[in-house]
Antibody, heavy 120, light 106 residues
Framework: QVQLQESGPGLVKPSETLSLNCAVS?????????WGWIRQPPGKGLEWIGS???????YYNPSLKSRVTISVDTSENRFSLKLTSVTAADTAVFYC?????????????WGRGTLVTVSS | SYELTQPPSVSVSPGQTAIITCSGD??????AFWYQQKPGQSPVLLIY???IRPSGIPERFSGSNSGNTATLTISGTQAMDEADYYC?????????FGPGTKVTVL
């Protein structure tokens, strides 16, 4: 079955860049779907960060766009997130998910999430 | 930017019906999606395109969307349905999530 797995450092220093990968298994990213990142600060709600297609087309949350880059590596069947100039407010569980941007825009499959703490 | 509003909490007795609303300007003109998130777990897609249940989602979950309000209904609520519920839309090439509703089964 299709699975998504986030990976990356669990601790990032303030002002540095947060980098995460999402490995996709059981499905080729090049086949279709968009692939997205969503975060959830501890005890708070979901916030969409951005989404990418295998062609490299991206959509970003306007509130984060200046600090976010999402890229895709079809040869490795994974996609990645970079968030620059992080602060404590960026501490969150980060999820990667598969997004159907055909008719709707729902995220039908999610990774288990990874907690990233921003602290010195 | 587009905003969605949800009640912070809803309480329901076992076996009764829980109704969770999601409000936004002309929301009925867009597709609404619903997710369930239990503590320590990833969100799970419950409803897509207003009222369609993905495979494996129990029939007690249903959705509707009209006017300015989308609604998630849980019929015959069970203890296992205690969770946070989020609505979501796609607006102006962005994903918007509602703030979430905590459903407590008393």
């Amino acid at each position: 079955q299709v699975q998504l797995q986030e990976s990356g450092p669990g601790l990032v220093k303030p002002s540095e860049t947060l980098s995460l990968n999402c490995a996709v298994s059981g499905y080729s990213i090049s086949t279709g779907y968009y692939w997205g990142w969503i975060r959830q600060p501890p005890g708070k709600g979901l916030e969409w960060i951005g989404s990418i297609y295998h062609s490299g087309n991206t959509y970003y949350n306007p509130s984060l766009k200046s600090r976010v880059t999402i890229s895709v590596d079809t040869s490795e069947n994974r996609f990645s997130l970079k968030l620059t100039s992080v602060t404590a407010a960026d501490t969150a569980v980060f999820y990667c998910a598969r997004q159907n941007l055909g008719v709707g825009s729902e995220f039908d499959l999610w990774g288990r999430g990874t907690l990233v703490t921003v602290s010195s | 930017s587009y905003e969605l509003t949800q009640p912070p909490s809803v309480s329901v007795s076992p076996g009764q019906t829980a109704i969770i609303t999601c409000s936004g300007d002309k929301l009925g003109h867009k597709y609404a999606f619903w997710y369930q998130q239990k503590p320590g777990q990833s969100p799970v897609l419950l409803i897509y395109q207003d009222d369609i249940r993905p495979s494996g989602i129990p029939e007690r979950f249903s959705g509707s969307n009209s006017g300015n309000t989308a609604t998630l209904t849980i019929s015959g609520t069970q203890a296992m349905d205690e969770a946070d519920y989020y609505c979501q839309v796609w607006d102006s090439s962005t994903v918007v999530f509602g703030p979430g509703t905590k459903v407590t089964v008393l």
